[in-house]
């Protein structure tokens, strides 16, 4: 059974910092890569950043690149997402997301950003920013 379990998340003001976890477990073939999605009130799901397991190549959405940062520990089965220059946009629901090696790699870059490519999600955690 899949389990990702995330934490870090909280209150902060803007222009503050946070650090999400998400470890992965029970994953059948490994992981192939893993995401960040966030979901404000009343809001679809979006895109935050995602990393290839195997070398690490990164992707971001264009409203966090040079503020969050991606990284994982290989060895705890795990991705982080470093937040700074919080802003109160940035106020969501974080989910992590994982694809499963088994489904190998897709054909476009552009697949990372889709929730569709994902195979587990986590439960969510509360990040807000106040102003």
């Known amino acids: 059974q899949v389990q990702l379990v995330e934490s870090g998340g909280g209150l902060v003001q803007a222009g503050g910092s946070l650090r999400l976890s998400c470890a992965a477990s029970g994953v059948a073939f490994g992981i192939y890569a893993m995401g960040w999605f966030r979901q404000a009130a009343g809001k679809e799901r979006e895109f935050v950043a995602a990393i290839r397991w195997s070398g690490g190549s990164t992707f971001y959405a264009d409203s966090v690149k040079g503020r969050l940062t991606i990284s994982r520990d290989n060895a705890k089965n795990s991705v982080y997402l470093q937040m700074n220059s919080l802003k109160p946009e940035d106020t969501a629901i974080y989910y992590c997301?994982?694809?499963?090696?088994?489904?190998?790699?897709?054909?476009?870059?552009?697949?990372?950003?889709?929730?569709?490519?994902?195979?587990?999600w986590g439960q969510g955690t509360q990040v807000t920013i106040s102003s």
């Open positions: 997301a994982v694809r499963d090696r088994v489904r190998g790699s897709p054909n476009y870059d552009v697949s990372y950003r889709t929730v569709s490519f994902y195979d587990y």
